[in-house]
């Protein structure tokens, strides 16, 4: 089965592309390619649909990175994988990080100071936005010579906040992200990457609860679904 990937044009030397749920091997509410290991799916699939990924993405499955997503603003190296943080950088050739989501936003960082290729990969929910792991991220990589892409998660049209989550989020970004009690948590990173002088800010701009045939949503699923994935390396 064809894994489709979406693929964002970025600049060389760097791979990065964004998965759906389809082109796996798992059943029921995690079909079919659940990349997501903190879920009740069986382990064994998950780990295949690990390694599809990996092939769709030209990606060496032995040569994976992931951190473990906790909702807060760490930054590990490749070298501690399965470290708990939300954002993961390498310089080094072929080593592909992953991280996962379903309704958070992937987010994908590559330096372009000339120098030597960096990148890092990112885990997005408004814990995490409003902790600042998206300047941290910047700042590992050097700086802000560095582009993002922004890619599927849940819209504007989907995510229904209260007061709770509101609050702190205009605390740390400013006025203009929530609108009649929806937060736009793309408009929202993206405002967080410019503050820390990122170059060149892309958007997918793809919403996972509104395209149950497309995407995962932990939101529009209750909980039970799986995860679709962001992979990056240097080539």
Known sequence: MTVPLIRWD???PYAVAFSTRVGGVSGGPFASLNVGL?????????????????????????????PRQVHGNGVVPASRSGTDADAIWTEERGRALVVVSADCLPVALVRLDGGRPGL????????GL??????AAVAALGGPL????IGPGIGTCCYEIG??????????????????????LA???????????????????ECTA???????SHRRDGGVTGRQGAIAYVA
């Open 10 to 12: 970025a600049p060389d």
């Open 38 to 66: 903190k879920t009740a799916d069986e382990r064994e699939l998950v780990e295949e649909n690990r390694r599809l990924l990996a092939r769709a993405a030209g990606a060496d499955p032995e040569r994976l990175s992931w």
């Open 120 to 127: 890092a990969l990112v885990h997005v929910g408004w814990r």
């Open 130 to 135: 409003v902790a600042g792991v998206l300047p």
């Open 146 to 149: 560095v582009a993002a892409a």
């Open 163 to 184: 007061d709770d989550v509101a609050r702190p989020v205009r605390a740390a970004l400013g006025r203009g992200l929530v609108r009649k009690g929806k937060l736009d």
């Open 187 to 205: 408009a929202a990173a993206a405002r967080a990457l410019r503050s820390a002088g990122c170059a060149r800010v892309d958007r997918l701009d």
């Open 210 to 216: 509104c395209n149950p045939e497309r995407f995962f």
